[in-house]
């Protein structure tokens, strides 16, 4: 079976801590916010650690381009940070790609989107009759090419050890070669209610709730920042999950 994007293995990297947070929707000053603290907390620990970004960068919240400015500069001093692709950043490069057949982006968060690169799509669309394909190619004119490497980029997956992060979570019992990229990103049921029936843990968002979710082998941490919520940092350290609690 191919598979579109990467599936990376970190077992056996010396990683002190691992700090994981998802479904970041367009809110940067969040973002910076939880890395800022990220750091802070980090600065006891000897070696190197890992910051691991679950998806979902752009749609709903204002900044999706500087969060994706931010995402394609280096990480912070001693760490290395993989970001995987989330089901919003996955449609958002298939617009791009083929506006006609992704036309239903426009109704999933994308105009906060695209006015974060200064494009108003809803005075181009209804008052000056612009097509949607005029429509994407204004955004690929202002769109920096370098975040749309990055969308193309993102992995889908990323294990350490029997830790394993993906976006939405897996179908139940069906080995991590057999699942498929939309799999990982869209998925729901039956994955929230009997978790992933492997010798795993997942973590993972997509599934927006007021609190962290800590369920049947996975823990669930997209906190609905976008949505009047909170940007949660899950950090793994010695093999404890632990929610970094707010400075």
């Given at each position: 079976m191919q598979h579109q994007r990467d599936r990376i293995d970190l077992t056996g990297r010396d990683y002190t801590a691992i700090y994981a947070l998802s479904d970041i929707h367009g809110c940067y000053d969040e973002m910076v916010e939880a890395e800022r603290r990220i750091i802070a907390d980090a600065r006891s620990l000897p070696g190197r650690k890992l910051l691991m970004y679950l998806g979902d960068y752009v749609d709903r919240g204002p900044r999706s381009g500087d969060v994706l400015a931010h995402l394609s500069a280096p990480p912070p001093e001693g760490f290395d940070r993989y970001a995987l692709c989330g089901n919003h950043?996955?449609?958002?490069?298939?617009?791009?790609?083929?506006?006609?057949?992704?036309?239903?982006?426009?109704?999933?968060?994308?105009?906060?989107?695209?006015?974060?690169?200064?494009?108003?799509?809803?005075?181009?669309?209804?008052?000056?009759?612009?097509?949607?394909?005029?429509?994407?190619?204004?955004?690929?004119?202002?769109?920096?090419?370098?975040?749309?490497?990055?969308?193309?980029?993102?992995?889908?997956?990323?294990?350490?050890?029997?830790?394993?992060?993906?976006?939405?979570?897996?179908?139940?019992?069906?080995?991590?070669?057999?699942?498929?990229?939309?799999?990982?990103?869209?998925?729901?049921?039956?994955?929230?209610?009997?978790?992933?029936?492997?010798?795993?843990?997942?973590?993972?968002?997509?599934?927006?709730?007021?609190?962290?979710?800590?369920?049947?082998?996975?823990?669930?941490?997209?906190?609905?920042?976008?949505m009047g919520g909170t940007l949660t940092i899950l950090k793994i350290t010695e093999g404890k999950q632990t929610i970094l609690p707010s400075i």
């Open positions: 950043d996955d449609v958002f490069l298939r617009f791009l790609d083929d506006p006609d057949a992704n036309i239903h982006w426009l109704e999933f968060g994308a105009l906060p989107t695209l006015a974060s690169y200064g494009i108003d799509a809803r005075h181009m669309l209804f008052d000056l009759g612009y097509s949607v394909g005029e429509l994407r190619d204004t955004v690929l004119r202002v769109m920096p090419a370098a975040h749309i490497d990055l969308l193309r980029s993102l992995a889908i997956a990323v294990t350490f050890g029997s830790t394993l992060f993906v976006h939405a979570g897996i179908k139940p019992g069906l080995p991590l070669s057999e699942q498929t990229d939309e799999d990982l990103m869209w998925i729901r049921e039956p994955f929230l209610s009997v978790g992933p029936q492997l010798p795993l843990l997942v973590v993972h968002g997509h599934t927006p709730g007021s609190h962290p979710v800590f369920g049947l082998s996975r823990i669930g941490i997209d906190t609905a920042v976008s």
